[in-house]
């Protein structure tokens, strides 16, 4: 059977970056024979104008049911001021819940092309490829107690930091695992010095490490990882890392590759029957409002979130490097969406494109 793929492409610019990723599904199927189970539905404000939910109940049963997830975005201005409870992000939210997506994968590459985007100096940058796992389930965004209370005369603002061994574990296991088809270099940060999750943190990687001999693993405090990120990223291959500090150092790791429009992410969950992980694909940028319907959407970030599916969750290795690689020869010959240029001379290229170039690439490789 061929593998199953959901695709969500959500509000704003969300559909019109899949309508280029489904191209190349298409060309995928025509010219390489590699075919997938397409299905597509709601969610966010779409979800929400059609249901008055912003997931439907049978659009969950099918996310769990499928090899893998690939959604756009969601949100917009029109969906603002709806109730707390029906918001697009909790259409996201509920994905990431249901489907128990503990292990967020943030990679950061250079591509060379875009070295001088980054923030940083380009030989600091030029040819990372570093990947960042976040534990996303935990920590102190869900921790109990949490809230404000009074105490005394004033009110005091609480949340809590909790961390069981088998969260770390899960999580440090995929990053592990990634780490093996990788450069087999691990740094798990935390702050063992200061915080008693931390502490556990480290003892139970460690633990885990012991399984993965050929993993060569390292420990940093957070505050001196995000250091080492902006000094010289390239001494890391995987960082393993709580919800929390995985927030701020990929976000912090993202910026040193340049534009929002580049960025892909994968977040994994259990293996299902089948061994493949529950995962759901998804670029890091929102749907904005700002240049939606307009045909200026980078797409990329959506294709290498694809190409991190046909990687992670389809075993198809081969099939990712080569798009990876058609991406990168269309930055390198100069097609670019407007957030990849600064030059107010240049006229960018559309969304459409974009693709197009990308699928371009593909024929010529
Ligand atoms: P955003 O990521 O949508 O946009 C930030 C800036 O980056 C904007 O100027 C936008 O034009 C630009 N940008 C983003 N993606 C781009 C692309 N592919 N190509 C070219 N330029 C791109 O974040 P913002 O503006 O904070 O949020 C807008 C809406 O998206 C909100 O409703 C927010 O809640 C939602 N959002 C949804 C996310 C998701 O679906 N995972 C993540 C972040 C925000
Ligand atoms: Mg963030």
Same mark, same amino acid.
């Given at each position: 059977t061929n593998p199953s793929l959901l695709i969500l492409p959500g509000d704003g610019i969300g559909p019109e970056v899949m309508a280029e990723v489904r191209k190349i599904i298409g060309w995928m199927g025509d010219k390489r024979g590699v075919t997938f189970d397409v299905s597509e539905d709601l969610v966010g404000g779409a979800a929400y104008d059609k249901h008055g939910?912003?997931?439907?109940?049978?659009?969950?049963?099918?996310?769990?049911?499928?090899?893998?997830?690939?959604?756009?975005?969601?949100?917009?201005?029109?969906?603002?001021?709806?109730?707390?409870?029906?918001?697009?992000?909790?259409?996201?939210?509920?994905?990431?819940?249901?489907?128990?997506?503990?292990?967020? *994968?943030?990679? %950061?590459?250079?591509?060379?092309?875009?070295?001088?985007?980054?923030? $940083?100096?380009? &030989? +600091?940058? !030029?040819?990372l490829d570093i990947m960042i796992v976040r534990e996303l389930t935990s920590g102190v965004y869900f921790g109990e107690p949490r809230g404000i209370f009074e105490e005394g005369n004033e009110r005091v603002g609480i949340n809590t930091q909790r961390y069981t061994e088998s969260e770390i574990e899960r999580g440090?296991?995929?990053?592990?695992?990634?780490?093996?088809?990788?450069?087999?270099?691990?740094?798990?940060?935390?702050?063992?010095?200061?915080?008693?999750?931390?502490?556990?943190?480290?003892?139970?990687?460690?633990?885990?490490?012991?399984?993965?001999?050929?993993v060569e693993l390292s420990h940093m405090y957070a505050d001196n990882g995000?250091?080492? *990120?902006?000094? %010289?990223?390239?001494?890391?291959?995987?960082?393993?890392?709580?919800? $929390?500090?995985? &927030? +701020?150092? !990929?976000?912090?790791?993202?910026?040193?590759?340049?534009?929002?429009?580049m960025l892909p992410s994968a977040s994994l969950g259990a293996p299902m029957a089948n061994g493949r992980p529950k995962a759901l694909y998804e670029p890091v940028h929102g749907s904005a409002p700002d240049i939606a319907g307009e045909g200026k959407a980078n797409p990329c970030a959506c294709i290498l979130s694809f190409a991190m599916a046909l990687r992670y969750s389809f075993d198809m290795g081969e099939e990712a490097d080569r798009l990876e690689a058609a991406v990168e020869k269309v930055l390198a010959d100069g097609i670019r969406t407007g957030d990849l240029l600064n030059d107010a001379g240049v006229t960018p290229a559309s969304t459409s494109e974009m693709g197009n170039a990308v699928i371009a690439a593909l024929d010529a490789s």
């Open positions: 939910v912003p997931l439907a109940d049978e659009t969950m049963a099918k996310a769990q049911k499928v090899d893998a997830v690939l959604l756009g975005a969601v949100g917009g201005p029109k969906y603002d001021d709806l109730d707390f409870s029906v918001k697009p992000e909790r259409g996201l939210l509920r994905l990431r819940k249901e489907m128990d997506l503990y292990s967020n *994968l943030r990679p %950061a590459q250079c591509f060379d092309a875009l070295a001088d985007f980054s923030s $940083l100096k380009k &030989d +600091i940058v !030029s040819g440090a296991r995929s990053a592990f695992e990634l780490a093996m088809k990788r450069s087999k270099r691990l740094c798990s940060m935390e702050k063992a010095n200061v915080m008693e999750s931390g502490i556990l943190w480290r003892e139970v990687v460690t633990h885990v490490g012991k399984d993965y001999p050929e995000a250091m080492q *990120l902006v000094r %010289a990223p390239k001494q890391f291959d995987v960082i393993y890392t709580d919800n $929390l500090f995985g &927030d +701020i150092l !990929s976000d912090c790791a993202a910026m040193l590759t340049g534009s929002l429009g």
